[in-house]
């Protein structure tokens, strides 16, 4: 069902080992680059693209942050921060943030239960692991969970704490089940290794064997309904850059066509991870957080998988919904949801195209989600004069053939705002569209801006489309704001880095 050559290349039998392999080793991976489309598309192929450097660089993501990200947000579980406490500056937000998740999706309200080892100079010494034996015996006496989730940071991974023999001696004398997460920061340049990190973690610990039934059913003597379910069940793979009401858009789009939406992993409880194999097809919405747990599903439970389309705009909507249909056969309902869809939005967004047309943008964040949100706003009639991608690798190679634009800028970094704000400055769009991270430095340069994705705003989908559309007049309208800001805030940045060629930062790393 995969249909990408590079998806259907790999394979997914890592989970003998502790930790999961890097990603710059299992699917490689370019995270520095600026320059054309053109010029990134033949970098990829010959293998350059991945060996480059920056001269100078900023703080990027961390692993252990995504990776936390994920598997926080499953239901009654403990976790457990085994690293200085520096590593936790940012998880006060983070209980806000799932707080606020849980109660749109209808889900009973929990607290972030997080416990943190405190590792000091001493402990870099003689070790940590008797700290973090405490605290997971506390974690289990205090407050009874289901799992108690250890996140492993730099310090640990470097002195050589050994979680998972730990893991070992304590699985026998409390209830919860643990789960180590090797999310060293130092092993990857690619953050997203993150999350490839935590589905590790929830593969070997989480996710027990299920009953797998056949598409077509045998007509034998006992009641059928549960084979029948699982036949027509979707797993709708979500993300944290997805919200509820993108949920409810995509799971309304599969409803309509006879089939049983369900969405996971975040914010599930291990019971709905128990049974993620009793499904007929799994669906991602991101290549870049989803491969690795997908790919495992297929080799342990022989799930089909769709993962090289993501629902944003109404030709990706459009095509992911053929996708799914395609493989249960439902090619005429598909065609009749999409005629009726498609032509209630195409109307509504009319007036909308009027008002963008021939205005400028620029996207950056996640690389399948900044190329799809680019095509939505190209069809809008904007002009798109550059995205930034947090990382570039196989994925989206696919992807970048279908751009008609060889010259189009591209730059490739996690986080680098500096190198962003000098490309922006020469480009000067009037719209920006952007990871959270990056809006407030651009709105100092006087940037009309709004969030790539927000986790109480809707997205994917046709309605999703609509709003995006509809969420770029707006802001459009009056700049008063940004105009403001840009004038009585100043960047830290020289005259003589904007005057610099940002290209000129980009490096082979055979050169250091």
């Not at 944003?312 to 249960?328: E, L, P």
């Not at 991608?389 to 986080?415: K, M, Y």
């Not at 006087?446 to 489309?465: C, D, K, R, V, W």
């Not at 940004?482 to 005259?495: D, Q």
Request: proline residues 4%.
């Amino acid at each position: 069902m995969s249909n990408s050559i590079y998806v259907n290349s790999l394979t997914y039998n890592y989970l003998t080992s502790d930790a999961p392999p890097t990603r710059e080793e299992r699917i490689g991976v370019c995270h520095a680059f600026c320059g054309s489309c053109g010029e990134l598309k033949d970098g990829l192929k010959s293998g350059c693209a991945q060996l480059q450097n920056r001269r100078f660089s900023q703080s990027g993501g961390c692993q252990l942050t995504l990776a936390v990200g994920i598997v926080s947000s499953l239901t009654n579980v403990v976790m457990i921060i085994h690293s200085p406490l520096g590593c936790c500056s940012n998880f006060v937000g983070s209980g806000g943030l799932r707080k606020t998740m849980r109660a749109s999706k209808g889900k009973v309200d929990e607290d972030f239960i997080w416990l943190h080892t405190n590792l000091n100079e001493l402990d870099v010494v003689q070790g940590g692991i008797d700290k973090l034996r405490k605290t997971i015996l506390y974690a289990e006496k205090e407050y009874h969970p289901e799992a108690i989730i250890i996140a492993n940071g730099c310090v640990p991974g470097i002195i050589g704490d050994d979680i998972d023999s730990l893991v070992t001696e304590l699985s026998d004398r409390i209830s919860a089940k643990i789960v180590p997460v090797h999310c060293e920061g130092f092993k990857s340049k690619y953050v997203a290794s993150g999350y490839d990190s935590a589905y590790h973690g929830i593969l070997r610990h989480l996710i027990n064997p299920a009953q797998k039934y056949e598409k077509v059913i045998p007509i034998i003597d006992r009641d059928l309904k549960e084979e029948y379910r699982i036949s027509r069940t979707v797993n709708i793979f979500n993300v944290g850059s997805n919200s509820n009401g993108d949920e409810v858009e995509l799971s309304r789009l599969v409803s309509a066509l006879g089939l049983i939406p369900r969405v996971l992993p975040l914010h599930s409880s291990l019971g709905d991870l128990e049974r993620i194999g009793e499904a007929a097809l799994n669906v991602s919405i991101c290549a870049t957080h989803d491969d690795y747990l997908l790919g495992h599903l297929k080799e342990r439970f022989g799930t089909d998988y769709l993962i090289d389309t993501l629902p944003i705009g109404i030709k990706n909507t459009n095509q992911w919904i053929r996708r799914i249909a395609a493989y249960f056969h439902l090619e005429e309902e598909a065609e009749k949801l999409i005629k009726f869809e498609n032509q209630q939005l195409i109307a509504s967004l009319k007036p909308l195209k009027e008002a963008l047309k021939g205005k400028s943008v620029f996207v950056g964040g996640g690389e399948t989600r900044i190329i799809t949100t680019a095509e939505f706003f190209y069809y809008l009639g904007m002009e798109l004069v550059g995205v930034k991608a947090h990382n570039v690798d196989r994925f989206v190679e696919d992807i970048l053939d279908d751009i008609n634009e060889p010259g189009l800028v591209i730059e490739v970094a996690a986080g680098m705002p500096a190198e962003e704000l000098n490309l922006l400055k020469r480009l000067q769009p009037d719209l920006y569209i952007g990871h959270l991270n990056a809006n407030g430095w651009v709105s100092k340069l006087g940037i009309p801006n709004f969030p790539l994705f927000g986790q109480t705003l809707n997205y994917m989908g046709y309605s999703g489309a609509f709003e995006l559309a509809r969420k770029a007049v707006k802001i459009l309208k009056n700049t008063n704001f940004f105009k403001n800001v840009s004038s009585n805030i100043s960047l830290p940045l020289s005259k003589d880095w904007y005057e610099r060629d940002p290209k000129e930062n980009i490096k082979e790393a055979a050169n250091y």
